[in-house]
Nanobody, 120 residues
Framework: QVQLVESGGGLVQAGGSLRLSCVASGIIFGINGMGWYRQAPGKQRELVATITSGVSTNYADSVKGRFTISRDYAKNTMYLQMNSLKPEDTAVYYC??????????????WGQGTQVTVSS
């Protein structure tokens, strides 16, 4: 069984910063790509940033230059440093991971989400 748990969300004023964490636990033989997504009320879930098993990263245009995704491979943990936050960044943030589990095959797992609210 594999679980992803996000943390670090909260309420912050516009211009402020938050750092989200996503910890993968359970029977894990390896993790390929990981990513952050977000869903605002009444909107579809959208990609925020992804990071491969190497060092390649990808960002949504709306967060480029403000958000930074990173991984600690030893801890099976992924981070999202969010700076210069805007009210439009308000959403539930979810992490996902492509995990090689007990079956030996990769499967996609999602966390339960963490709320980020940016006040103007």
């Amino acid at each position: 069984q594999v679980q992803l748990v996000e943390s670090g969300g909260g309420l912050v004023q516009a211009g402020g910063s938050l750092r989200l964490s996503c910890v993968a636990s359970g029977i894990i033989f390896g993790i390929n790509g990981m990513g952050w997504y977000r869903q605002a009320p009444g909107k579809q879930r959208e990609l925020v940033a992804t990071i491969t098993s190497g060092v390649s990263t990808n960002y949504a245009d709306s967060v480029k230059g403000r958000f930074t995704i990173s991984r600690d491979y030893a801890k099976n943990t992924m981070y999202l440093q969010m700076n210069s936050l805007k009210p439009e960044d308000t959403a539930v943030y979810y992490c996902n991971a492509d995990v090689i589990n007990l079956t030996g095959r990769p499967s996609l797992y999602w966390g339960q989400g963490t709320q980020v609210t940016v006040s103007s």
